[in-house]
């Protein structure tokens, strides 16, 4: 599975939008974007994946570039109890995929 | 009703002793993996199952060995505890669905402390 890139640590202001940078340069044609996230040492929860086209959820969009070398998400209202660790992995489309999940963007949300 | 749950939840121990971990998923789904948190918050994987077959077995001490009774159970046995096995273990599945490998559905985790 392809290795991704995101940066260690990011703030946003309550209200306001969240974009979250991923980098996978490495991504393949069978590999999906996954994003999880992970709140306080709780599990990881599924947020919202892709493959090459833009997708929206209730709770965020993700936009993939053309290329697919990166992704971005959009947390579009960010909320105090969004604050978490946000990670963004690629999965092959089967069942075998490592799912190796990175570092992690840590988001805080500030009031 | 949880789809993923893990026993026990908090776990004290000695080095040296062998202790399980046990995780149920209630989602149909073929896959369950382990994965292990430790202090710096790096999630690894370690093992995958499919349809009780080890599919994924990342570089992990072969004092960790994972039993899959059936799909809905995938337990975790560590023989032999060391200081540097305390860490999060986290129990996941997944089900792949017309080509997409399917998110993945975590636990709430099980902290081991290894004194």
């Known amino acids: 599975d392809a290795k991704t890139t995101q940066p260690p640590s990011m703030d946003c202001a309550e209200g306001r939008a969240a974009n979250l940078p991923c980098n996978h340069s490495?991504?393949?044609?069978?590999?999906?974007v996954y994003w999880y996230r992970q709140i306080h040492s709780q599990g990881p929860q599924y947020i919202i994946h892709g493959l090459k086209n833009n997708e929206t959820n209730e709770m965020a969009s993700l936009i993939i570039t053309e290329d697919r070398k990166s992704s971005t998400l959009i947390l579009p209202h960010a909320t105090l109890r969004d604050t978490a660790v946000y990670y963004c992995i690629v999965r092959v489309n089967t069942n075998a995929g490592k799912s190796t999940f990175g570092d992690g963007t840590t988001l805080t949300v500030k009031p | 009703d949880t789809a993923v749950s893990q026993t026990p939840k908090y776990l004290v121990t000695q080095m040296g002793n062998d202790k399980s971990i046990k995780c149920e998923q209630n989602l149909g789904h073929d896959t369950m993996y382990w994965y292990k948190q430790d202090s710096k918050k790096f999630l690894k994987i370690m093992f995958s199952?499919?349809?009780?077959?080890?599919?994924i077995n990342e570089t992990v001490p072969n004092r960790f060995s994972p039993k899959s009774p059936d799909k809905a159970h995938l337990n975790l046995h560590i023989n032999s505890l060391e200081l540097g096995d305390s860490a999060v273990y986290f129990c996941?599945?997944?089900?792949?669905?017309?080509?997409?490998?399917?998110?993945?559905?975590f636990g709430e985790g099980s902290r081991l402390t290894v004194l």
């Open positions: 490495t991504i393949s044609g069978n590999e999906y």
């Open positions: 996941a599945s997944s089900q792949a669905w017309r080509g997409k490998p399917g998110e993945l559905f």
């Open positions: 199952y499919n349809n009780k077959e080890l599919i």
